[in-house]
């Protein structure tokens, strides 16, 4: 991976449960080749954990601006962390827990 390995926790707002956001955020980040994880939580925001080059992280914060089609994104908040190296791929996450 080209790039120093940067981590980002984003919390997105907005319609974006129940109109396909996570297979969208998936197919994006993989196409990107970030990993991590994108999962619903319960008070109908959407979380996504992403790892790889900064900034290719910033290319994926701009498609989760925008969302599917269906999808209304009000705001998507970025917390910059460490990044741990333990996520291979991108992946779905279907319960809300944290690791």
Same mark, same amino acid.
């Given at each position: 991976? @080209? !790039?120093?390995?940067?981590?980002?926790?984003?919390?997105?707002?907005?319609?974006?449960?129940?109109?396909?956001?996570?297979?969208?955020?998936?197919?994006?980040?993989?196409?990107?080749?970030?990993?991590?994880?994108?999962?619903? #939580?319960? *008070?109908?925001?959407?979380?996504?954990?992403?790892?790889?080059?900064?900034?290719?992280? *910033?290319?994926?914060?701009? *498609?989760?601006?925008?969302?599917?089609? #269906?999808?209304?994104?009000?705001?998507?908040?970025?917390?910059?962390?460490?990044?741990? !190296?333990?996520? @291979?791929?991108? !992946?779905?996450?279907? @319960?809300?827990? *944290?690791?």
């Amino acid at each position: 991976m @080209a !790039g120093r390995l940067s981590a980002a926790e984003i919390v997105v707002e907005g319609i974006v449960q129940g109109v396909g956001y996570r297979d969208f955020v998936q197919r994006k980040a993989r196409s990107l080749g970030v990993s991590g994880y994108v999962m619903n #939580l319960r *008070d109908g925001r959407v979380r996504v954990r992403a790892e790889g080059p900064r900034e290719t992280i *910033d290319d994926l914060i701009r *498609d989760l601006e925008r969302g599917p089609p #269906l999808a209304r994104v009000s705001k998507v908040s970025v917390t910059w962390v460490p990044a741990t !190296g333990r996520f @291979a791929a991108f !992946g779905v996450r279907f @319960a809300e827990f *944290d690791g």
